[in-house]
């Protein structure tokens, strides 16, 4: 039993709730605790990263035992996979937070955000940890009421129109997972994500069954705003302050939305080919149409909210083809390898998006404002700010040497292997799409030089917030590693042997 998994939700949520009682006192205290909590757990969760590997840690809440191989208690479960997702929202978490120390002083009740924040933190956590659907469904919506809060934090008509818009189809995701959990549920007479696999590999009714992977495909399709999905996303990204919609972006739709449906998908279902070809087809049109979204678009953080669209349709595309190979019981190499490209780009995506949020920020931050037509020039004046706008550019472009080239590569080579050759090629164009649309963003932002413009006004952001998005660079270099063998198999493989073993994932929990 690993005492550190319970300390990822206790220490966000007591932090939320010291913030709010000592924030009427002295309001600098929620900016530093709340970078202190995101620090420590930054720390755990590279250390679990380094020592779980193969193994799978299970804690056992209030220390119910399973009774006959049946789980009774509240199970919180750590292994490769869901290391890997907790290092993305606690790293980004402390970087955001360091990010929101001056950037947030130009708004008011300081307290309040970072209560919220820690509160949508510690969700994410619970959410990735939680070894029942039940459980993941209430850190869920703890992550996602504090988020419809932050969306509208600037309380302008835009922000509380963007939350509105976004808290009702949160509101339809979550009946739709509720509905489909109490399905489950009525069926297996069991919330435990093992046993529920366990009761449905003995025999189940396949058309209810798919009713069941619809209903939840939907609701979290929904969090994760894959097309059609995705009408809340353009909004609610662009209308967040800059660290929080690096938090959605990055973090957010990957630990609420993809996460939860690769887990269900491959360690709570059995997997099929027909469900597998209906999430490889929403990942397809995710990359295609969010791409043809983006490219139009003149403000930035609209431009970027797109993106995320698109490339979020990168890892399910990537992942859904493994999905299909697996189904028909051929290829298991290339099925590792699909799910590896799908991942590693899922972790890239947290470092180069969220970098460009950042970017988008500090943009802001200095000129007051978003649209790339009223920008140009900034190159001189805000050197920190466009060296790593490049960096992260090139990376979800797909340019080497930067992270992104080599996850896209991935992808692509692992849909020729499996003769998807067609999917392949519409990767490699909205790639190209993807450079057009980022070389625009470079060229009107920095480049572009409005007449009887007033360079003077416009300077670098201060260090925090230069540091963070230093620190995002430099991670948009270094994790070009996980493409070499050795750091690869020990960072991603655990990871994949866990979705597609589903034994190794269950039998721990339930002993069989």
Same mark, same amino acid.
């Given at each position: 039993?690993?005492?550190?998994?319970?300390?990822?939700?206790? @220490?966000?949520?007591?932090?939320?709730?010291?913030?709010? @009682?000592?924030?009427?006192?002295?309001?600098?205290?929620?900016?530093?605790?709340?970078?202190?909590?995101?620090?420590?757990?930054?720390?755990?969760?590279?250390?679990?990263?380094?020592?779980?590997?193969?193994?799978?840690?299970?804690?056992?809440?209030?220390?119910?035992?399973?009774?006959?191989?049946?789980?009774?208690?509240? &199970?919180?479960?750590?292994?490769?996979?869901?290391?890997?997702?907790?290092?993305?929202?606690?790293?980004?978490?402390?970087?955001?937070?360091?990010?929101?120390?001056?950037?947030?002083?130009?708004?008011?009740?300081?307290?309040y955000y970072y209560s919220l924040f820690c509160l949508m933190i510690g969700g994410m956590n619970g959410v990735v940890l939680s070894g029942d659907i039940f459980n993941i469904f209430v850190f869920l919506e703890v992550s996602a009421i504090s988020s419809y809060a932050l969306v509208a934090f600037g309380v302008e008509k835009n922000e509380l129109e963007a939350s509105f818009k976004y808290q009702?189809?949160?509101?339809?995701?979550? !009946?739709? @997972?509720?509905?489909?959990?109490?399905?489950?549920?009525?069926?297996?007479?069991?919330?435990?994500?093992? %046993?529920?696999?366990?009761?449905?590999?003995?025999?189940?009714?396949?058309?209810?069954?798919?009713?069941?992977?619809?209903?939840?495909?939907?609701?979290?399709?929904?969090?994760?705003?894959?097309?059609?999905? &995705?009408?809340?996303?353009?909004?609610?990204?662009?209308?967040a302050p800059s660290p929080i919609s690096a938090m959605l972006s990055g973090v957010f739709i990957k630990a609420v939305g993809i996460y939860v449906i690769i887990r269900l998908f491959f360690n709570m279902f059995i997997v099929t080919e027909n469900i597998s070809i209906l999430i490889t087809v929403m990942g397809t049109l995710s990359m295609a149409v969010g791409v043809f979204l983006a490219i139009?678009?003149? %403000?930035?953080?609209?431009?970027?909210?797109? &993106?995320?669209?698109?490339?979020?349709?990168?890892?399910?595309?990537?992942?859904?083809?493994?999905?299909?190979?697996?189904?028909?019981?051929?290829?298991?190499?290339?099925?590792?390898?699909?799910?590896?490209?799908?991942?590693?780009?899922?972790?890239?995506?947290?470092?180069?998006?969220?970098?460009? !949020?950042?970017?988008?920020?500090?943009?802001?931050?200095?000129?007051?404002?978003?649209?790339?037509?009223?920008?140009?020039?900034?190159?001189?004046?805000?050197?920190?700010?466009?060296?790593?706008?490049?960096?992260?550019?090139?990376?979800?472009?797909?340019?080497?040497?930067?992270?992104?080239?080599?996850?896209?590569?991935?992808?692509?080579?692992?849909?020729?292997?499996?003769? !998807?050759?067609?999917?392949?090629?519409?990767?490699?164009?909205?790639?190209?799409?993807?450079?057009?649309?980022?070389?625009? !963003?470079?060229?009107?932002?920095?480049?572009?030089?409005?007449?009887?413009?007033?360079?003077?006004?416009?300077?670098?952001?201060?260090?925090?917030?230069?540091?963070?998005?230093?620190?995002?660079?430099?991670?948009?270099?270094?994790?070009?590693?996980?493409?070499?063998?050795?750091?690869?198999?020990?960072?991603?493989?655990?990871?994949?042997?866990?979705?597609?073993?589903?034994?190794?994932?269950?039998?721990?929990?339930?002993?069989?």
């Amino acid at each position: 039993m690993n005492p550190l998994i319970p300390l990822f939700v206790m @220490i966000p949520l007591a932090g939320a709730f010291l913030i709010m @009682i000592t924030g009427r006192f002295a309001v600098w205290f929620g900016r530093y605790l709340t970078t202190l909590i995101l620090t420590v757990l930054a720390a755990f969760s590279i250390f679990s990263l380094a020592v779980t590997g193969e193994n799978t840690a299970v804690y056992k809440v209030g220390g119910w035992e399973p009774l006959n191989g049946i789980p009774i208690g509240i &199970h919180m479960v750590m292994d490769g996979f869901s290391v890997i997702v907790l290092c993305i929202i606690n790293i980004v978490g402390v970087l955001a937070a360091l990010y929101s120390i001056p950037y947030i002083k130009r708004y008011t009740s300081e307290n309040y955000y970072y209560s919220l924040f820690c509160l949508m933190i510690g969700g994410m956590n619970g959410v990735v940890l939680s070894g029942d659907i039940f459980n993941i469904f209430v850190f869920l919506e703890v992550s996602a009421i504090s988020s419809y809060a932050l969306v509208a934090f600037g309380v302008e008509k835009n922000e509380l129109e963007a939350s509105f818009k976004y808290q009702v189809l949160g509101a339809l995701a979550s !009946f739709l @997972i509720l509905l489909g959990i109490a399905l489950i549920y009525w069926k297996t007479k069991t919330l435990n994500i093992a %046993d529920i696999r366990e009761v449905f590999s003995t025999g189940y009714d396949r058309t209810y069954y798919l009713f069941v992977q619809i209903l939840l495909l939907g609701g979290f399709g929904l969090k994760a705003a894959m097309i059609p999905f &995705h009408a809340w996303l353009p909004d609610a990204h662009s209308s967040a302050p800059s660290p929080i919609s690096a938090m959605l972006s990055g973090v957010f739709i990957k630990a609420v939305g993809i996460y939860v449906i690769i887990r269900l998908f491959f360690n709570m279902f059995i997997v099929t080919e027909n469900i597998s070809i209906l999430i490889t087809v929403m990942g397809t049109l995710s990359m295609a149409v969010g791409v043809f979204l983006a490219i139009g678009q003149w %403000d930035i953080k609209r431009l970027l909210a797109y &993106h995320s669209i698109s490339q979020m349709g990168y890892v399910i595309l990537s992942t859904g083809i493994g999905m299909i190979l697996i189904a028909r019981g051929k290829s298991p190499e290339i099925a590792a390898l699909a799910i590896a490209g799908g991942l590693f780009h899922l972790v890239n995506h947290a470092a180069f998006k969220g970098l460009l !949020f950042f970017n988008a920020g500090a943009i802001e931050y200095s000129t007051g404002t978003r649209d790339l037509q009223e920008m140009g020039g900034l190159a001189g004046s805000m050197p920190a700010t466009h060296a790593t706008s490049f960096i992260a550019s090139m990376s979800i472009s797909g340019i080497p040497p930067f992270n992104g080239f080599f996850s896209k590569l991935i992808i692509i080579i692992a849909a020729i292997m499996a003769g !998807f050759y067609l999917l392949a090629a519409l990767a490699v164009v909205v790639s190209i799409i993807t450079l057009a649309s980022f070389l625009k !963003f470079q060229r009107y932002a920095f480049y572009n030089k409005p007449e009887n413009k007033d360079d003077k006004k416009n300077k670098e952001v201060p260090l925090p917030m230069v540091f963070s998005m230093v620190i995002m660079g430099i991670l948009c270099i270094l994790l070009s590693l996980l493409a070499f063998p050795g750091i690869r198999e020990t960072i991603l493989e655990p990871a994949i042997n866990i979705l597609t073993d589903p034994l190794k994932y269950s039998s721990l929990i339930t002993g069989s």
